[in-house]
Protein backbone atom coordinates (compact mmCIF):
# COMPACT_ATOMS: atom_id res chain seq x y z
CA UNK A 1 0.00 0.00 0.00
CA UNK A 2 1.24 3.50 -0.96
CA UNK A 3 1.75 6.34 1.86
CA UNK A 4 -0.87 8.69 1.51
CA UNK A 5 -0.33 11.34 -1.10
CA UNK A 6 1.29 14.35 1.21
CA UNK A 7 3.21 11.76 2.33
CA UNK A 8 4.51 11.01 -0.94
CA UNK A 9 5.06 14.92 -1.59
CA UNK A 10 6.71 15.51 1.63
CA UNK A 11 8.98 12.33 1.02
CA UNK A 12 9.91 13.53 -2.81
CA UNK A 13 10.58 17.31 -1.03
CA UNK A 14 13.12 15.72 1.39
CA UNK A 15 14.86 13.66 -0.74
CA UNK A 16 15.78 17.15 -3.10
CA UNK A 17 14.20 15.34 -5.98
CA UNK A 18 12.13 18.70 -6.10
CA UNK A 19 15.21 20.63 -6.53
CA UNK A 20 16.32 18.86 -9.16
CA UNK A 21 13.48 18.69 -10.92
CA UNK A 22 13.12 22.58 -10.58
CA UNK A 23 9.76 22.08 -8.72
CA UNK A 24 8.87 24.46 -5.62
CA UNK A 25 7.72 22.57 -2.46
CA UNK A 26 4.41 24.49 -2.90
CA UNK A 27 4.23 23.10 -6.30
CA UNK A 28 4.65 19.61 -5.59
CA UNK A 29 2.53 19.79 -2.13
CA UNK A 30 -0.09 21.47 -4.57
CA UNK A 31 -0.34 18.14 -6.61
CA UNK A 32 -0.72 16.08 -4.15
CA UNK A 33 -4.05 17.42 -2.88
CA UNK A 34 -5.98 14.59 -5.35
CA UNK A 35 -8.27 12.53 -3.40
CA UNK A 36 -7.05 9.54 -5.90
CA UNK A 37 -6.00 6.62 -3.25
CA UNK A 38 -3.28 4.19 -3.43
CA UNK A 39 -1.56 6.50 -6.46
CA UNK A 40 2.42 7.36 -7.16
CA UNK A 41 2.94 10.69 -7.10
CA UNK A 42 5.36 10.73 -10.07
CA UNK A 43 7.96 13.87 -11.36
CA UNK A 44 8.24 13.55 -14.86
CA UNK A 45 11.18 11.96 -16.34
CA UNK A 46 12.55 15.24 -18.45
CA UNK A 47 12.69 16.94 -15.29
CA UNK A 48 14.50 14.16 -12.80
CA UNK A 49 16.03 11.71 -15.29
CA UNK A 50 17.26 7.77 -13.63
CA UNK A 51 20.42 9.02 -13.07
CA UNK A 52 19.47 11.55 -10.82
CA UNK A 53 17.40 9.38 -9.30
CA UNK A 54 18.81 6.12 -8.61
CA UNK A 55 21.44 6.98 -5.69
CA UNK A 56 18.47 8.30 -3.83
CA UNK A 57 17.28 4.27 -3.44
CA UNK A 58 18.29 3.12 -0.35
CA UNK A 59 18.23 -0.50 1.54
CA UNK A 60 19.70 -1.54 4.48
CA UNK A 61 21.58 1.12 4.35
CA UNK A 62 23.19 0.84 0.97
CA UNK A 63 22.53 3.35 -1.58
CA UNK A 64 21.35 2.90 -5.11
CA UNK A 65 23.27 2.57 -8.10
CA UNK A 66 23.25 1.95 -12.02
CA UNK A 67 25.47 -0.66 -12.99
CA UNK A 68 28.68 0.31 -15.14
CA UNK A 69 27.90 -0.69 -18.08
CA UNK A 70 24.34 1.13 -18.65
CA UNK A 71 26.37 4.95 -18.91
CA UNK A 72 23.39 5.81 -21.46
CA UNK A 73 20.89 4.87 -18.42
CA UNK A 74 19.00 8.30 -19.84
CA UNK A 75 18.40 7.77 -23.31
CA UNK A 76 15.83 4.89 -22.29
CA UNK A 77 13.20 6.77 -22.67
CA UNK A 78 9.27 6.12 -22.47
CA UNK A 79 8.24 3.58 -25.30
CA UNK A 80 4.63 4.20 -27.04
CA UNK A 81 3.09 1.57 -24.66
CA UNK A 82 4.14 3.74 -21.60
CA UNK A 83 3.79 7.43 -22.44
CA UNK A 84 3.53 9.70 -19.37
CA UNK A 85 1.54 13.15 -19.59
CA UNK A 86 3.24 16.31 -20.18
CA UNK A 87 2.80 17.73 -16.80
CA UNK A 88 5.71 17.86 -14.85
CA UNK A 89 3.56 15.40 -12.00
CA UNK A 90 1.45 13.10 -12.28
CA UNK A 91 0.03 9.92 -11.17
CA UNK A 92 0.33 6.76 -11.49
CA UNK A 93 -2.61 4.38 -10.48
CA UNK A 94 -2.98 0.45 -9.71
CA UNK A 95 0.58 -0.74 -9.11
CA UNK A 96 1.51 -4.24 -9.67
CA UNK A 97 5.12 -6.00 -9.15
CA UNK A 98 4.33 -8.16 -11.62
CA UNK A 99 5.28 -11.21 -10.01
CA UNK A 100 2.81 -13.76 -11.87
CA UNK A 101 5.20 -12.70 -15.17
CA UNK A 102 8.19 -14.21 -13.29
CA UNK A 103 10.58 -16.10 -15.38
CA UNK A 104 8.93 -14.71 -18.64
CA UNK A 105 11.03 -12.50 -21.09
CA UNK A 106 10.35 -8.93 -21.61
CA UNK A 107 9.76 -10.03 -25.12
CA UNK A 108 6.79 -12.06 -23.68
CA UNK A 109 5.49 -9.90 -21.23
CA UNK A 110 4.81 -7.01 -23.01
CA UNK A 111 1.70 -8.37 -25.12
CA UNK A 112 0.34 -9.97 -21.79
CA UNK A 113 0.67 -6.75 -20.01
CA UNK A 114 -1.09 -4.75 -22.97
CA UNK A 115 -4.17 -7.36 -23.41
CA UNK A 116 -4.90 -6.96 -19.64
CA UNK A 117 -5.08 -3.32 -20.42
CA UNK A 118 -2.45 -2.06 -18.36
CA UNK A 119 1.26 -0.22 -19.58
CA UNK A 120 4.53 -0.93 -18.28
CA UNK A 121 6.52 1.17 -16.18
CA UNK A 122 9.27 3.41 -17.48
CA UNK A 123 12.26 3.16 -15.32
CA UNK A 124 12.06 6.92 -13.50
CA UNK A 125 8.71 5.47 -12.53
CA UNK A 126 10.00 2.23 -10.71
CA UNK A 127 12.43 4.45 -9.15
CA UNK A 128 9.71 6.47 -7.46
CA UNK A 129 7.80 3.73 -6.11
CA UNK A 130 10.61 2.27 -4.42
CA UNK A 131 11.39 5.85 -3.16
CA UNK A 132 8.25 5.62 -1.67
CA UNK A 133 7.76 2.33 -0.83
CA UNK A 134 11.20 0.31 -0.31
CA UNK A 135 10.27 -2.78 0.32
CA UNK A 136 8.30 -3.35 -2.72
CA UNK A 137 11.91 -4.71 -3.60
CA UNK A 138 12.76 -8.25 -2.48
CA UNK A 139 15.27 -10.70 -3.08
CA UNK A 140 13.97 -13.10 -5.30
CA UNK A 141 11.20 -10.24 -6.18
CA UNK A 142 12.00 -8.04 -8.28
CA UNK A 143 10.82 -5.92 -11.27
CA UNK A 144 11.84 -5.35 -15.00
CA UNK A 145 10.75 -1.66 -16.15
CA UNK A 146 9.70 -2.28 -19.99
CA UNK A 147 8.05 0.95 -20.74
CA UNK A 148 11.72 2.41 -20.92
CA UNK A 149 13.52 1.23 -23.86
CA UNK A 150 16.45 2.95 -25.86
CA UNK A 151 16.45 3.52 -29.45
CA UNK A 152 19.55 2.95 -31.86
CA UNK A 153 20.15 5.61 -34.74
CA UNK A 154 18.50 3.37 -37.29
CA UNK A 155 15.25 3.39 -34.72
CA UNK A 156 15.55 -0.03 -33.99
CA UNK A 157 15.04 -0.80 -30.11
CA UNK A 158 18.20 -1.74 -28.05
CA UNK A 159 18.05 -5.23 -26.60
CA UNK A 160 18.80 -4.21 -23.10
CA UNK A 161 15.58 -3.65 -21.37
CA UNK A 162 16.08 -1.90 -17.72
CA UNK A 163 15.53 -3.71 -14.46
CA UNK A 164 15.50 -2.93 -10.73
CA UNK A 165 17.16 -5.18 -8.55
CA UNK A 166 19.06 -6.32 -5.32
CA UNK A 167 22.94 -6.72 -6.15
CA UNK A 168 24.98 -9.33 -5.19
CA UNK A 169 28.44 -7.59 -4.45
CA UNK A 170 29.84 -9.13 -6.92
CA UNK A 171 31.76 -8.77 -10.56
CA UNK A 172 31.98 -4.87 -11.46
CA UNK A 173 28.89 -4.21 -8.36
CA UNK A 174 31.87 -4.50 -6.03
CA UNK A 175 31.38 -5.93 -2.89
CA UNK A 176 30.43 -2.60 -1.13
CA UNK A 177 27.15 -2.64 -2.82
CA UNK A 178 26.33 -6.17 -1.67
CA UNK A 179 22.92 -5.50 -0.93
CA UNK A 180 22.01 -2.20 -2.59
CA UNK A 181 19.27 -1.74 -4.84
CA UNK A 182 20.62 -1.90 -8.45
CA UNK A 183 19.38 -0.05 -11.46
CA UNK A 184 20.48 -2.68 -14.25
CA UNK A 185 19.23 -4.28 -17.43
CA UNK A 186 18.37 -7.59 -18.98
CA UNK A 187 18.37 -8.91 -22.45
CA UNK A 188 14.48 -8.47 -24.28
CA UNK A 189 14.52 -11.95 -24.90
CA UNK A 190 16.01 -13.36 -21.91
CA UNK A 191 13.90 -14.64 -18.78
CA UNK A 192 14.88 -14.34 -14.98
CA UNK A 193 12.81 -16.16 -12.17
CA UNK A 194 13.37 -13.14 -9.75
CA UNK A 195 12.15 -10.41 -12.15
CA UNK A 196 8.47 -9.91 -12.69
CA UNK A 197 6.97 -6.76 -14.80
CA UNK A 198 5.90 -3.71 -13.06
CA UNK A 199 2.71 -1.95 -14.55
CA UNK A 200 0.20 0.31 -13.77
CA UNK A 201 -3.64 0.65 -14.82
CA UNK A 202 -3.63 3.71 -15.91
CA UNK A 203 -1.25 7.50 -15.59
CA UNK A 204 -3.33 10.53 -14.85
CA UNK A 205 -2.08 14.62 -15.12
CA UNK A 206 -1.90 17.03 -12.30
CA UNK A 207 -0.54 20.61 -12.41
CA UNK A 208 2.09 21.34 -10.44
Not at 67 to 78: E, L, S
Request: overall charge negative; proline content about 8%; hydrophobic content about 40%.
Amino acid sequence: MLPPLDQQAERLIALGIGDIAGISPAAIRAAATSRTENSLLTIHEKYAPASSLAHLLERQGKHGFVVTDMTDVDQFTPTEHAVPPDNPVYLLEDLDRGDAMSNWSPDEALPAILEAGRTPLTLTEGIHWLLQCPDVLERGHCFMTIGSRLRKPNGALDTRTPALWISNGTGRDGKDNRNAPKVGWCWAGNRHTWLGFASANTRIPINA
